[in-house]
């Protein structure tokens, strides 16, 4: 019996790519492949809005996101981490892993940054080189702005890292219009297909800083690597082959269907998710509609329920196959995170909300 996946990602693979996945496999140093890797990064270019290659490496998202401290930096530099979750969190320990200083700007779960902040720590340490941040951060399902970061460092010497592996696709993202210098992402978010492959996007700004060579330890993810190999239509160890056959049938389909209107699409499922668990009595995690992503919609159960959300969810997936997620660190009693990355309909979210419902009213009935 398949399940439904209501998680942040990996999530249901659509069939068209299920049926590539399944294919003989090809070798990496032989010309078939050589065109099809041609292919796939001619069309990543598109997702990520660039003129600038976008390079393939063989991980999950965390190993992109490491490999931009290692290929950008030298140990000492100092960086600003804007952090507004779970996943900013992460910047700052692979900062400090590496012997980056940190300046860290730290914002309570379910709000984004504070430009002033962000202005008023480059000013106080000007020899800032990077500001690290999440574009959507998928523990709170905040969506914070990279167009006006990007337009402050423009013109400076600082590069713009952003933690972009579940943003893209579900959201508008201009890589070169924002004045992005590094974009991560992965193949398990918006792509839909399973983990595996992660993708990074340079800027001129940020070649520069990578010609001119870092101290920090790297081999399997020096980017230099990959971009002398990527000439030959190669990338410098084997890589998840049947991935990126897999990709390339993705990158098609979301061509085809154009960014726009998935992100229409997924606005329009979020809201009509958003109502009914209202109506179900839940109550919204982020309170400011603006800064709402499309990934999940984190929803707190109500207190005077006293809900016991390893049971919901347990239930939910053993009776009905309907997996969903809970909240991250703290928030892992209160919160769930319904996501939507998956092809879902309304009629989904209807299921999924009957379900619960149903599991509301025998908890009523118990303690009755
Ligand atoms: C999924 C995700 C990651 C990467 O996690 P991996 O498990 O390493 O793929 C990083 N940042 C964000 C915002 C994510 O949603």
């Known amino acids: ?63 992109a996101m490491e490999s931009s401290v290692i290929n950008l930096f030298n140990a000492g530099d ?86 972009a592996i579940s943003g893209l696709i579900v959201h508008p993202f201009h890589f070169d219009g924002w004045h992005v210098d590094c974009a991560l992402s992965s193949s398990q978010k918006g792509f839909g297909l399973p983990p595996g492959l992660a993708f990074v996007t340079l800027s001129q700004k940020a070649l520069a800083r990578i010609e001119q ?18 000439k030959k239509g190669e990338s410098p160890f084997t890589p998840s082959i049947t991935l990126i056959v897999g990709l390339n049938i993705a990158l098609e389909d979301i061509i085809e269907r154009g960014i726009e209107t998935i992100v229409q699409e997924k606005n329009r499922l979020r809201q009509y998710t958003e109502e009914k668990f209202k109506q179900l009595g839940f109550e919204l995690f982020i309170t400011d509609p603006s800064i709402r992503g499309n990934v999940i919609v984190p929803v707190l159960s109500k207190k005077e329920w006293q809900l016991d959300l390893t049971d919901l969810t347990k239930y939910l997936d053993e009776r009905y196959n309907l997996q969903v997620s809970k909240g991250q660190g703290k928030y892992s009693d209160q919160m769930l995170r319904v996501g939507l990355l998956s092809d879902f309909t309304e009629e989904d979210i209807d299921e999924l909300v009957v379900r619960i419902e149903e599991y509301l009213l025998n908890l009523n009935n118990e303690v009755k």
Request: glycine share 6%.
């Open 1 to 63: 019996m398949t399940k439904k996946l209501f998680t942040p990602g990996p999530m249901n693979i659509p069939q068209t790519i299920r049926v590539q996945l399944s294919k003989e496999i090809i070798h990496h140093r032989m010309p078939d492949f050589h065109k099809l890797f041609r292919q796939v990064r001619d069309k990543l270019k598109y997702v990520f809005k660039t003129e600038q290659d976008v390079l393939i490496l063989t991980s999950s998202g965390t190993g």
């Open 78 to 163: 100092w960086v600003l981490v804007i952090n507004t979750g779970f996943f900013g969190e992460r910047f700052i320990e692979l900062c400090q892993t590496y012997g980056l200083r940190v300046v860290r700007l730290d914002y309570s779960w379910g709000n984004t940054y504070n430009l002033a902040d962000v202005k008023r720590a480059l000013q106080k340490y000007p020899t800032i080189k990077g500001i690290f941040v999440t574009y959507h951060e998928t523990s709170t399902g905040v969506l914070n702005d990279i167009q006006s970061l990007g337009e402050l460092i423009k013109e400076t010497n600082t590069l713009l890292i952003v933690d």
């Open 213 to 230: 060579g870092t101290n920090l330890p790297k081999y399997y993810f020096d980017y230099r690597k990959y971009m002398a190999y990527a």
